[in-house]
């Protein structure tokens, strides 16, 4: 049984165009994550520590090693923010 030829190149077209939309894919969510993977199963702690981060460095991803907060980290909290009930 002979291999047919002429479908190895539509075959070649579709594999290479999952491979660059699922490279691409990745690569745009890395970007997104300060280069760390994405995030997933994401419970109200790591909220929390993600808001916290975001109010330290700006970023969600983002990690300080500095052991003095910035200026602004005082004033920043969300409870600020809330109504009173």
């Known amino acids: ?3 047919p030829w002429e ?3 539509p075959f070649g077209l579709l594999t290479s165009m999952f491979a660059a939309a699922g490279t691409l894919s990745s690569v745009s969510k ?3 994550n300060q280069g760390k993977p994405p995030r ?3 419970d109200n702690w ?3 520590m993600m808001e916290r981060d975001r109010r330290l460095t700006g970023h969600l991803r983002g ?3 500095s ?3 910035p200026e602004g980290f005082a004033t920043s909290s969300v409870w600020y923010t809330q109504r009173a009930q």
């Open 7 to 9: 479908a190895l190149i």
């Open 63 to 65: 990690q300080s090693s």
């Open 30 to 32: 890395r970007a997104q």
């Open 46 to 48: 790591d909220e929390m």
């Open 67 to 69: 052991t003095e907060a």
């Open 40 to 42: 997933y199963n994401i």
């Open 1 to 3: 049984m002979p291999l």
